[in-house]
């Protein structure tokens, strides 16, 4: 489960970067999301992250601070729907006219956070 953990973090990271080095391309990615499935596709996504960071805590550096954000996670992914389609390309239209800027800040946190998973799902290191 910890391959598959880490291999899903990989989403914010590579999302991230797009929106460092072309930010309007980041939006038009978030835009094949703006639709009934495309936010059920969303919500399964961040679901599948949540429940691998729960299941993948016990052999990781912090697993009490994985299982909490895997849970946190998982719990974002099954209100997701609950937003409801209008609510959601509302806040993507917000976030698209906020401009350049925000978008690369956005992406430069989303790698931020994508990197911070990855450090933490790191095995322990052994005790001596």
Do not use: N
């Amino acid at each position: 489960m910890t391959r598959l953990a880490r291999v899903l973090c990989l989403v914010p990271i590579v999302a991230g970067l797009i929106g460092l080095v072309a930010p309007a391309e980041l939006v038009r990615i978030a835009r094949l999301f703006e639709s009934q499935s495309g936010l059920y596709v969303a919500a399964a996504i961040r679901v599948l992250l949540g429940v691998a960071l729960v299941l993948a805590a016990g052999g990781t550096r912090a697993p009490a601070a994985v299982r909490v954000v895997g849970i946190v996670i998982a719990v974002a992914g099954l209100l997701t729907p609950a937003i409801g389609l209008d609510r959601a390309r509302a806040i993507l239209d917000w976030w698209a006219a906020q401009g350049p800027a925000v978008t690369r800040t956005a992406g430069a946190i989303a790698v931020a956070f994508g990197c911070l998973l990855l450090y933490l799902l790191a095995p322990r290191a052994p005790t001596a």
